[in-house]
C-alpha cells in the first residue's frame, strides 16, 4: 500500500478540497475533503452493481450521470453500494505506483449520499489485508483467467452461494474483473472467492503462483494420499475435507442404526435452500 496516495487523501480532507484525485487506472472524487465516489479500470462500476440489484435502470444511471439522478438518491441502496463501490477500487488502487494527480471540479453527485473519509478508507483496505498474498495476487485480477480444475479429488465439497456464483462463471476465458463485471459483484468480493476455491482445489492456480500458496490438490498431501497411510496427527491436523470411503458394512438391524449425522443434514438443507 504506498503511503504516498494515503497521504495525499488525508492532506486533501485537511484542507477540504473538492475535486478529482487521479491515480493510475482511476480515480477518488472528493466532495470537502470526502470521498463521494471511486472508480477502477480493475473493477465494476457502480453503475453495474446498482442494475444488477435492480437499484436503477442503465436510462435512469445514465441520467443521473448527467446531473438529474430524480428519486434515485431516496433509495437506501444507492448508499450500501456507493460504498462498496468505493472500498472495491481503492482496494486496487491504493497500491498503485504512479504519484497522484488532483484537480479541482464540482462535487459528485453521489456526495449527497456517500461520504468515506481517508482514514476510514485505508483502515478498511488494511483490514482486507495484503493484496499480494495468497494464490492470486491482486495485480493479476484482470490478466489471468479464472480455470475450474478438470478433476476434483474431494468427495464433499460446501461451498458459500458466492463462490458457487464464481465457480459457475469459470470459463477458461474471463478473468476475477470479467466474472465480476457479468455477474455485478465486487472484484474484491469474487477475488476472494476465487482465492478461496484455489486452495479448495476446485479453481487452477495462475501461472507463475508458487505450489505452496496456491494449494492445489497436487501440493495437498490430505487431498491425494491414502487415509488409512496418513498416520501422522500434525499432517492431519487441518485436513482440507473429509473423504468418504465406501466400506462393505452389513447392514444393521433393529435399533443398530448408527447415530444420524447431523452435519450431513445441515448440508443438505443449505443446499435445498439454496435451490429454493
Do not use: K
Amino acid at each position: 500500500m504506498r503511503v504516498e496516495l494515503a497521504d495525499e487523501l488525508q492532506r486533501l480532507e485537511d484542507e477540504g478540497r473538492t475535486g478529482v484525485l487521479r491515480v493510475g487506472d482511476g480515480e477518488f472524487h472528493l466532495a470537502d475533503g470526502a470521498i463521494a465516489s471511486a472508480t477502477c479500470a480493475r473493477t465494476p462500476g457502480l453503475d453495474r452493481l446498482v442494475v444488477e440489484a435492480g437499484v436503477a435502470s442503465a436510462e435512469d444511471w445514465a441520467r443521473a450521470g448527467t446531473g438529474d439522478p430524480g428519486p434515485l438518491l431516496d433509495r437506501p441502496l444507492l448508499e450500501t453500494l456507493a460504498l462498496l463501490a468505493v472500498f472495491d477500487a481503492a482496494y486496487f488502487l491504493l497500491p498503485t505506483p504512479v504519484e497522484p494527480e488532483f484537480r479541482p471540479a464540482p462535487a459528485h453527485w453521489l456526495s449527497a449520499v456517500c461520504t468515506v473519509r481517508p482514514r476510514a478508507l485505508v483502515r478498511e483496505c488494511a483490514r482486507r489485508g495484503d493484496p499480494d498474498s495468497g494464490p492470486w495476487p491482486a495485480e493479476l485480477v484482470d490478466r489471468a483467467a479464472v480455470v475450474p480444475v478438470r478433476r476434483i479429488r474431494r468427495r464433499r465439497v460446501l461451498l458459500t452461494g458466492s463462490q458457487a456464483e464464481v465457480l459457475a462463471a469459470a470459463d477458461n476465458r474471463r478473468s476475477v474483473t470479467g466474472i465480476a463485471r457479468d455477474l455485478g459483484r465486487t472484484a474484491y468480493g469474487c477475488l476472494e472467492a476465487v482465492r478461496d476455491l484455489t486452495v479448495a482445489g476446485l479453481i487452477e492456480p495462475p501461472a507463475g503462483a508458487p505450489a505452496s500458496a496456491a494449494g492445489s490438490p497436487a501440493a495437498d498431501p490430505a487431498a491425494t494420499a491414502d487415509p488409512a497411510a496418513t498416520a501422522d496427527p500434525a499432517a492431519a491436523a487441518e485436513p482440507p475435507l473429509r473423504r468418504r470411503i465406501r466400506n462393505a458394512t452389513p447392514v444393521p438391524e433393529g435399533d443398530e442404526w448408527e447415530p444420524v449425522d447431523h452435519e450431513l443434514l445441515t448440508r443438505l438443507r443449505a443446499a435445498l435452500e439454496d435451490l429454493a
